[in-house]
């Protein structure tokens, strides 16, 4: 079993601890003068909304991905080079990412295979280097399984196609 550091916790909880830094301030200052029912209900709306956003855009992983022999197999298709995208479900930066990566999954799919998977359970926990603090951490696989680049919080399209051009090139 995988360990993780308080950063590491607090990273892949990162929408969770959002919500208490908006929340805490908005009940403090609206409760100072004592609650009326426009501000319960400002507050409950406010929240749902929040939540059913995260809901929606959370990234969810890959099928099929439930062993790292799995991971492995898809890893070493020879054809197609492999984005893996290691996520948290409660990580703001994933929803952040996860157009971006949705887009450069349907325009690069000839050439492009991604692989989404949760850095706190197997296999994505199994994959996470020593070294990951944050998530969305991404791992670019060349068609036989090989690492070729690992980039943290941000996915380039265009420096991902490059380099896989380069790599084919190469």
Not at 37 to 55: H, Q
Not at 106 to 128: N, R, Y
Not at 132 to 159: A, C, H, W
Request: glycine share 6%; aromatic share 10%; hydrophobic share 45%.
């Amino acid at each position: 079993m995988t360990r993780f550091t308080l950063s590491e916790r607090l990273s892949y909880r990162s929408y969770i601890v959002l919500l208490v830094l908006v929340f805490t301030p908005l009940l403090i200052g609206l409760g100072w003068n004592g609650f009326g029912l426009v501000e319960v209900v400002f507050l409950l709306v406010l929240l749902i909304a929040m939540l059913i956003f995260w809901r929606v855009r959370q990234t969810q992983g890959t099928p099929g991905m439930e062993s790292l022999a799995s991971v492995r197999k898809t890893l070493r298709n020879g054809e197609r080079y492999t984005l893996v995208q290691l996520y948290s479900p409660r990580c703001a930066g994933c929803v952040a990412v996860k157009p971006f990566v949705e887009r450069l999954e349907d325009e690069a799919s000839d050439k492009l295979q991604v692989l989404k998977l949760d850095i706190e359970h197997a296999p994505g926990s199994d994959l996470k280097p020593e070294h990951v603090s944050f998530t969305p951490m991404f791992l670019l696989y060349d068609p036989q399984g090989k690492l070729i680049k690992e980039t943290y919080l941000i996915v380039d399209r265009n420096k991902i196609l490059y380099e896989i051009d380069q790599a084919q090139r190469g």
